[in-house]
């Protein structure tokens, strides 16, 4: 079900850098519109993964390292931020801290991901 899940937010996260860059290019609204409604998705499924992987680890089916659960609190947080700063009007929802906070997302769930896979043991 973790894995369902999980597939959401990493497609969303990482499609808001490709909107964020095609808003700076055209300005046109839309896309601005597309990154706000691909930060709610992402978060909405990111939560939910969230509680499925420490229901798991709560009942002993996986166990991975504390780094790999803080690395999945700082992308949702992240996440958050940028949801706020994409509240904005125009230019400056994207340009320069929207853009920038939707890069580091993108590279805390990369480096989340790594952590997951050299640590993870599933029972």
């Known amino acids: 079900m973790y894995r369902l899940l999980s ?3 990493i497609a969303a ?5 490709l909107t964020d860059l095609a808003y700076w290019q055209t300005a046109n609204l839309l896309w601005l519109h597309f990154s706000e409604w691909l930060l709610f998705a992402g978060i909405v499924f990111g939560v939910l993964a969230a509680l499925v992987r420490l229901v798991e680890a709560a009942v002993g089916w996986s166990r991975f390292s504390p780094f790999y659960y803080v690395g999945g609190l700082v992308v949702l947080v992240l996440a958050a931020i940028n949801n706020f700063i994409h509240t904005e009007d125009g230019i400056t ?3 320069p801290y929207g853009l920038t906070v939707s890069i580091l997302t993108v590279l805390a769930m990369a480096a989340t991901g790594l952590l997951g896979r ?3 043991r599933h029972a």
């Open 7 to 9: 597939a959401f937010p």
């Open 13 to 17: 996260f990482s499609l808001i850098v």
């Open 93 to 95: 929802a994207v340009m």
């Open 118 to 120: 050299l640590g993870g």
